[in-house]
T-cell receptor, first 113, second 113 residues
């Protein structure tokens, strides 16, 4: 079946630290992969996406590379800020055959000044 | 672009009452999703529509929940009768096509006492 697995949170970092949030997936076919961010009291917002193998999505200093060989889409940022504190969701969509859109359970990030 | 619009933003009601949540998707988007988010169960897909037609309602908890999309610019999620365990944040999201990224509304926080 199709699934998304994210690392358990919360993740607590000091400002300017390097961030990695792991995401692996299982899917038939060739899914598109996404990272969403949810700030307190708000809905999810698209952070970045990649639609095919070896694509790198990037936005606001965050990056993730679609690795088909390891079925991974890990989120990274070189230097986090307090304002990056939020919950991050990995997701996949598969539009071939029966449509599926699956979210991971979310990883809470807290950045300390 | 106004984004996805949801109303009301907050709803407090007593057990047994009918609750109607409303959503206006982004103009031109033809896929619409209803989600429920709680601390215990995380983000759950309740139902999604494509071109106003319900495609997958397997996430609807039980017959007390119903959703409609009478036209491309409006959808409702109804709970009748409501129960305390329905308390959650309900999100509506839309996308331009199946498989594409989703745009979330700000959510409706429902409290059933």
């Amino acid at each position: 079946g199709n699934s998304v697995t994210q690392m358990e949170g919360p993740v607590t970092l000091s400002e300017e630290a390097f961030l990695t949030i792991n995401c692996t997936y299982t899917a038939t076919g060739y899914p598109s992969l996404f990272w969403y961010v949810q700030y307190p009291g708000e809905g999810l917002q698209l952070l970045l996406k990649a639609t095919k193998a070896d694509d790198k999505g990037s936005n606001k200093g965050f990056e993730a590379t679609y690795r088909k060989e390891t079925t991974s889409f890990h989120l990274e940022k070189g230097s986090v800020q307090v304002s990056d504190s939020a919950v991050y969701f990995c997701a996949l969509s598969r539009a071939s055959g029966t449509y599926k859109y699956i979210f991971g359970t979310g990883t809470r990030l807290k950045v300390l000044a | 672009d106004a984004g996805v619009i949801q109303s009301p933003r907050h709803e407090v009601t007593e057990m047994g009452q009918e609750v109607t949540l409303r959503c206006k998707p982004i103009s031109g988007h033809n896929s619409l999703f209803w989600y429920r988010q709680t601390m215990m169960r995380g983000l759950e897909l309740l139902i999604y529509f494509n071109n106003n037609v319900p495609i997958d309602d397997s996430g609807m908890p039980e017959d007390r929940f119903s959703a409609k999309m009478p036209n491309a610019s409006f959808s409702t999620l109804k709970i009748q009768p409501s129960e305390p365990r329905d308390s959650a944040v309900y999100f509506c999201a839309s996308s331009s096509k199946q498989g594409a990224e989703q745009y979330f509304g700000p959510g409706t926080r429902l409290t059933v006492t």
